[in-house]
């Protein structure tokens, strides 16, 4: 079997946070055009917002499927974020995933809105958020969510309610994740050790999508891409990064290196080549349709793939997998 033919599922491709406003809707367009299936825009604080972005890159293309990852659930009344991806969803039927999830807790705290239970937070927004896209008439007096006999009117209940995915780690997290929602977004670096842990860990009840975020590079040599993904790297060391990295082979050794190493820029420099293609989606064609490959071995249902450098020239590159 080739390494093409092993890619059980078509990776997606990452809307990078910073692109230039008016490149954002031909970096759409082209995606769509090489023929990726599906787009992720991203919300992080202090960049564009997720909903406003996926409004426009729905109405700019014809079949590409757009999610959005990540909403956090604590800025926004569920209420009201139903209605916004109800909207979405009636507009451009069968092309919406909502990701939700309970925000970096530096952003959060820095707006004022990160809660004493995040966990609780977001187990009560999801099931009233996929209750309400579904049609149906809530009340919940729960520590976070209170509604009182709240529905969508039923002109504005799409036909096809999207699909309710979380943005989480951690072992609680990822077991919310599993009860309520209809998949998980695992953020990078998601190598295969890791999803397999992940899915472990969500111990979804029924049909449940997986989506692998990775720092990917296409090159004809391996090299080049794995120089391409050394930068965004260097944060893995980082104790939040901890779930990630605690099932690889070499986990004891990457926090040697990161201890030892003088910055994260040194750290990410240093990382052999062997551990940089298993952190990352880096090299040939072949060899990244591979590490696709193994990601769904593992359990993930979709590869997101974020552009390194030039994010224009590497969505061409990218493309290469397909």
């Known amino acids: ?17 910073d692109l230039p406003a008016g490149a954002v809707l031909p970096y759409a367009r082209r995606a769509e055009a090489l023929g990726f299936h599906e787009l992720w825009v991203v919300e992080d604080l202090g960049f564009r917002g997720g909903f406003a972005q996926a409004a426009a890159v729905l109405a700019a293309t014809s079949r590409l499927r757009v999610a959005v990852g990540i909403l956090p659930a604590a800025v926004r009344n569920v209420a009201f974020a139903a209605m916004e991806a109800a909207t979405l969803a009636q507009l451009f039927p069968g092309r919406l995933t909502v990701g939700v999830g309970h925000g970096m807790p530096g952003w959060m705290r820095s707006v004022g809105a990160w809660p004493p239970q995040p966990l609780a937070l977001l187990e009560e927004h999801v099931q009233a958020l996929r209750a309400l896209l579904r049609g149906e008439r809530v009340s919940a007096e ?11 009117d039923p002109s504005a209940v799409p036909d096809e309610p999207p699909d309710v995915v979380l943005g989480v780690r951690g072992p609680r997290s ?44 296409v090159r004809d040599a391996t090299a080049a891409a794995v120089e391409d993904v050394r ?28 201890a030892s190493a003088a910055t994260r820029e040194h750290f990410a420099r240093a990382l052999p080549q062997a551990w940089v293609t298993r952190l990352a989606l880096a090299g040939t064609p072949d060899e990244v349709r591979a590490g696709i490959a193994a990601r769904a ?26």
């Open 1 to 17: 079997m080739s390494p093409r033919d092993a890619v059980r599922t078509r990776p997606a491709v990452l809307l990078p946070r």
């Open 142 to 152: 729960g520590r976070y969510v209170r509604l009182d006999e709240v529905a969508l």
């Open 174 to 217: 990822l077991a919310v994740s599993g009860r309520v929602a209809d998949g998980t977004v695992l953020a990078e670096p998601c190598a295969p050790e890791y999803v397999r842990a992940a899915v472990a860990q969500i111990a979804p009840t029924g049909p449940h999508r997986v989506v692998t975020y990775d720092v990917a590079s």
């Open 231 to 258: 930068p965004a790297l260097a944060w893995v060391g980082d104790p939040d990064w901890a779930p990630h990295l605690a099932p690889l082979p070499f986990a004891e050794e990457l926090a040697a290196l990161r």
């Open 297 to 322: 071995a593992a359990g993930a249902t979709t590869s997101v793939l974020l552009p390194t450098g030039d994010p224009v020239a590497a969505l061409d590159r990218l493309a290469g997998v397909l």
